[in-house]
DNA sequence: GTCTATATGTTGATAGAC
DNA sequence: GTCTATCAACATATAGAC
C-alpha cells in the first residue's frame, strides 16, 4: 500500500535524521512524488507522525509479546518486558523518541493511539502486583508510585543511551549495558522482609 | 543588552511552546523587529540556541552551587545536587530540554560550552569517590558505572515529569516526588557492608 | 481515485539601501 | 542598526487533468 511505502520512508528520516527533520517534501521525493500528492493519504504532517505513532506503539507491543510469550505473570516478566522495551528503544530511536518524549512542538497523539500502548503498560502494572502477591516482592511494592519508580529508572537510562550515544547497541551501550544491575537494585530494594 | 533581551525573550518561548517552536520570526516579533534584523545578533537560529544552550548551563552552574554551598564534599553533595538539579530543571523545563535530550535536529553546542556543565559533573563525579572513600558508601561504589547508573535515574524521573506532567512543582510531581525515595534505594544499594 | 499544477503564507537566510 | 528586497524551501490547500 501506498500509505505504508510512505510511512517506511518516513521510519527511515526520523531514524537517520531526528524526529524534528521529518517534512512533507521530504518523504515526497523519496517517493518520486510532488509534496501535495501525499496530502490524499495524510491530513497533515501531525497526520503522518500520528500514523508512526500508532506503528510505533504497535511493533513495540509485538515485539514486548514475542520477547515474553513464554512468560507468566509476575516479577519474571515485568523484567523481560521492560529489557525487551529498551532494546527495541535502541534499536528504533526515532520511533522510540516519538513515543516516550514529546520532541514535536504541538503534537499530541489522538487518544485511541494511545490506548494501544496503555494496555502493555497496564499488563506491567498487573505484573507488578502479581509479584507482590506472590511474594517476589514486599507488599508494599504494589503502589502506583513504585511502579512509576521503576519506569523511570528503565526510561532513564534509555533516554540516556539515545542522547548520549546513540549507536551504541543495547548489549554495548554504556548506560543500557547497566540494565541488569538497575532492576536488580530495584529488586532489592522491594524484595519481600526475611520475617 | 540586545542580545540579552532577544535570548530572554526566546527563553521565554521555549519555555511556553517547547524547545522546537522557536524561530527566528518569533524572537524578532517579540522585539518589534524584522526577522533579518536579528542577523545582526546571532549567526542563525542555530547560534541562539548555542547562547540558550550557555546561558541554561550558566544558571543551572550559579542553581546547584547555591543550593550547595554550605556542603563539604561528598555523599550529601551529591544527593543535594541532584535535587537542586531536578527542581531548576522542573522551573526551566525548556532550557532543561535543551541542555539534557537531543531536540533539535542538527543542533550541537560549541564544544566550549559544553565544557561550562562538564565541570559540574566531574564535582559531582568526584563527590562519589569521596562518598566512597569516606565510607558512606562501600568501596565499589567510586565507579564511572555506578556514576552513570546514578545520574540514570535522576534523569528518568526528571525527563518522565517533564513528558507527563509537565506543569507540576517538583514537591508534587508525580516523579519528581519520589526523588528522596530513590535517592535512597541507591544509597542503600551501594551502602558499605556493615563488616 | 490518483496524481499534477498551482497558489498562499511562513520560514531561514543573504545582500544591500538608508 | 534597522530596514527592504529577495531567495529557496517549507506546510498547506485547492482546482482540475487523466
Avoid at 3 to 10: G, R, S, T
Avoid at 23 to 37: D, K, Q
Avoid at 45 to 59: P, Q, S, T
Avoid at 112 to 134: G, Y
Wanted: hydrophobic letters at 40%; a negative charge; proline letters at 6%.
Amino acid at each position: 500500500m501506498t500509505v505504508n511505502e510512505a510511512l517506511d520512508h518516513a521510519e527511515r528520516i526520523i531514524t537517520e535524521r531526528g524526529v524534528g527533520a521529518l517534512t512533507v517534501a521530504e518523504i515526497a521525493r523519496a517517493m518520486g512524488m510532488r509534496p501535495p500528492s501525499l496530502y490524499k493519504y495524510f491530513s497533515s504532517l501531525h497526520g503522518v507522525y500520528d500514523e508512526l505513532f500508532a506503528r510505533g506503539n504497535k511493533r513495540l507491543v509485538s515485539h514486548v509479546d514475542d520477547a515474553t510469550q513464554s512468560y507468566q505473570p509476575g516479577l519474571d516478566r515485568l523484567l523481560e518486558s521492560t529489557r525487551a522495551i529498551m532494546r527495541w528503544s535502541i534499536l528504533n530511536p526515532g520511533l522510540a523518541s516519538l513515543l516516550f518524549w514529546r520532541p514535536i512542538p504541538g503534537f499530541q497523539p489522538r487518544a485511541e493511539t494511545h490506548a494501544i500502548a496503555e494496555t502493555m503498560v497496564q499488563r506491567s502494572r498487573a505484573d507488578l502486583s502479581v509479584a507482590a502477591q506472590k511474594g517476589s516482592l514486599a507488599p508494599n511494592a504494589d503502589s502506583d508510585e513504585v511502579f512509576r519508580l521503576f519506569t523511570a529508572i528503565s526510561a532513564g537510562l534509555c533516554s540516556q543511551q539515545l542522547a548520549n550515544e546513540p549507536q551504541a547497541t543495547y548489549e554495548t551501550g554504556l548506560f543500557t549495558s547497566l540494565t541488569d544491575e538497575a532492576l536488580d537494585m530495584f529488586v532489592q530494594r522491594y524484595a519481600p522482609s526475611p520475617s
